[in-house]
């Protein structure tokens, strides 16, 4: 599947998916800059993917019996259009299929539901401050993408990385009770990780702790 830009592989996860041992496909290409980013080589689209849709096969033919399952992550991995194709194959091998996204492309996801058996879903932000994490205002996408999966009936968890140097306390707490009106029961707060950000980031970070 020579269209499947894939970044990276880990063959071996604990904590991508609660609950399952799995592999994670990294995805390349995001539409989003959030400012605390910790990969941004994955943003571009443009960038080649650096290993090859065969190679991860042959790992998951290899792994049978020793994991429950194949998480797609980025990146972001609903803009590929091959993803579907990719989720078919692991499906073929007996795997479930695990989905992380920032849910910005409603359509795409929509058309690769029907396969996933779990989703993590990142949700960044309160609706006015999408814009100054990510760079887009992608709230209304995400929503549509959350109400999405919940019609699916897939179980979601929907996770917030928490920035402090756009987020105060008072905004998490906001966004945890819009969530929760939402019908999101499963919302995980992260804590931001300075690792792989920027040096202008890392400064703000310092100061803003």
């Known amino acids: 599947m020579s269209s499947l830009a894939v970044a990276g592989l880990t063959p071996l996860s604990t904590c991508d998916w609660p609950g399952q041992l799995v592999a994670t496909v990294f995805l390349q290409g995001c539409p989003l800059a959030c400012t605390y980013c910790h990969n941004p080589a994955l943003i571009d689209p443009r960038t080649p993917g650096s290993v090859g849709w065969d190679e991860v096969l042959d ?18 991995p609903t803009r590929q259009h091959a993803l579907r194709d990719a989720m078919v194959d692991v499906r073929a091998l007996g ?14 996801l929509a058309h690769v539901l029907d396969l996933v058996d779990w989703v993590g879903l990142d949700i960044k932000a309160v609706p006015r401050l999408y814009q100054a994490q990510t760079g887009v205002d992608a709230w209304a996408k995400a929503v549509a993408s959350l109400r999405l999966v919940q019609r699916a009936g897939v179980p979601v968890q929907v996770r917030t990385t928490v920035d402090p140097t756009v987020q105060t306390p008072t905004d998490v707490d906001e966004l945890t009770a819009i969530l ?30």
């Open 59 to 76: 790992l998951l033919g290899r792994r049978r019996g020793l994991l429950d399952g194949v998480v797609f992550s980025g990146g972001e």
């Open 95 to 108: 795997y479930r299929v695990g989905l992380h996204t920032a849910g910005t492309y409603p359509n795409r």
């Open 180 to 209: 929760a009106g939402l019908g999101v029961d499963d919302h995980v707060l992260q804590e931001v990780r300075p690792d792989g950000t920027t040096a202008a980031y890392r400064e703000a970070l310092s100061d803003a702790r």
